[in-house]
């Protein structure tokens, strides 16, 4: 039987993941996995749910339990699950608890090793003390931050343990064959399925995959440092923002670029005073490939910044400038095409003094930027990510994304962005 598909449905509505959950079983999905905000969110009525739906289908409850072992056992194989979760940090007597439970109910425990230090030690462990199975398990808040999947710890737990290992975070039709051929038994997949537009081909993509076929896809993918363009240029402002938690946002510049165009790189900081072009056009001759140059101005009205050092920094291989003051030569600039965001637009232009600096800490529209922070730009606006946070907020806004995908595809087939929410049941009770 094995390896096996197992689909994760990582949810708040109930409705909802039982139409996506019918297109996953159809496109190969073995075994159901009621997750946790699923059962956060509905209960166990979400669990007797999907019993009913799929009698002949494996039913695993993720209530990653830490206390109450046999209680919440009880619950869930009460409910109709075959398999409930444990968390591996739980107390030995709380998993033992739990599989006592779960065999007098007809159930099975798995134990989820996520943050366990030594999985190997803890996997030998809790073998010992009766459990079925072993999950290794990435957090999706350790998958944005660009972790490595754990193949070598896949392997080592599979040499030292004689129950079946399943592994879930992050795992896409590209390298799930990599997990089955390093001993993973069950394959668990929330987003790689979820998020698609046909969740009947991502889950059949996934099947093959597992059975040797090579699998090209960007669905969930993670990325890190070293992508992180091709990351960023895969998401809007209005993505990052909703990842960011509203952070990063720059107020009171207007985008001047063509439709669809974005501005994305690392940020080169430069600070002057009215009018004096110096050190911004000085800055130009310190552009490394697809920098941004980003110029502090206090918000000045006199032009530091025109066509002819448009020309030049394109030439030297910016992607963009930034201006919290004025620029000029508007018309020319987006004739060719180089992204530029300015507080307003004026004719004139003042004098190369050469007060400020470049490459200091300054602040634009509201927000501290320093060398190196990423700064994404669109018609939407503009957003800048702390260097030491980028990594994440890419991931986070590419889920973002591709959750806005998924919902656009449930509103093409006749429901609403309010009932695909389920709004007015999740509003505030009062």
């Known amino acids: 039987m094995w390896p096996v ?44 749910t999907f019993r009913k739906l799929y009698p002949g289908k494996k039913i695993i409850a993720d209530t990653k339990t830490m206390d109450t072992g046999g209680f919440e056992v009880e619950i869930a194989a009460k409910s109709g699950a075959d398999i409930i979760t444990i968390l591996g940090l739980a107390d030995d007597s709380t998993i033992s608890e739990a599989v006592m439970a779960a065999r007098k109910y007809g159930a099975e425990v798995e134990i989820d090793m996520i943050n366990v230090a030594d999985k190997v030690k803890r996997s030998i462990e809790v073998e010992k003390l009766g459990v079925s199975y072993i999950c290794l398990h990435m957090g999706i808040d350790q998958q944005m931050k660009g972790d490595e999947p754990p193949i070598d710890t896949l392997k080592k737990v599979v040499e030292s343990t004689n129950i079946p290992i399943a592994v879930a975070g992050g795992i896409t039709a590209e390298n799930a064959g990599e997990y089955v051929k390093a001993g993973a038994s069950i394959v668990i997949v929330g987003g790689g399925i979820t998020k698609a537009t046909d969740i009947r081909a991502s889950a059949k993509a996934l099947k093959d995959a597992m059975n040797g076929v090579d699998v090209k896809t960007d669905l969930a993918k993670k990325y890190s440092e070293d992508n992180l363009f091709e990351a960023f240029s895969r998401v809007s402002t209005c993505n990052i923002s909703d990842a960011f938690h509203k952070q990063g946002i720059v107020l009171g510049l207007t985008p001047y670029i063509k ?37 502090d101005v206090g918000g000045a009205p006199v032009a530091v910044w025109g066509e002819l050092a448009s020309n030049s920094a394109m030439i030297m291989g910016a992607n963009g400038i930034v201006i919290d003051g004025a620029i000029r030569d508007i018309d020319d600039i987006l004739d060719l095409g180089f992204p530029a965001f300015a507080r307003s637009c004026v004719p004139n232009a003042g004098e190369p003094k050469g007060y400020g600096g470049i490459g200091i800490e300054i602040k634009i529209g509201g927000q501290v930027v320093r060398t190196g922070d990423w700064i994404i730009g669109d018609e939407n606006g503009l957003i800048v990510v702390p260097k030491e946070k980028a990594v994440e907020v890419a991931n986070r806004a590419l889920a973002v994304h591709e959750n806005e995908n998924r919902t656009r595809e449930e509103i093409r087939r ?12 999740w509003e505030p009770v009062k």
């Open 259 to 295: 439709h669809k165009q974005k501005m994305i790189g690392r940020a080169l900081t430069v600070q002057t005073t009215n009018g004096d072009w110096a050190k911004p056009v000085e800055a130009i001759d310190h552009v490394k490939k697809g920098d941004v140059i980003v110029v």
């Open 5 to 48: 598909l197992q689909v994760a449905l990582d949810f708040m509505q109930l409705k909802r993941s039982t139409g996506i959950c019918q297109e996953a079983v159809e496109g190969g999905a073995d075994w159901i996995e009621v997750g946790t905000p699923l059962l956060k969110s509905e209960g166990t009525e979400a669990i007797r």
């Open 414 to 425: 006749g429901s609403t962005l309010s009932k695909v929410n389920e709004l007015c049941k």
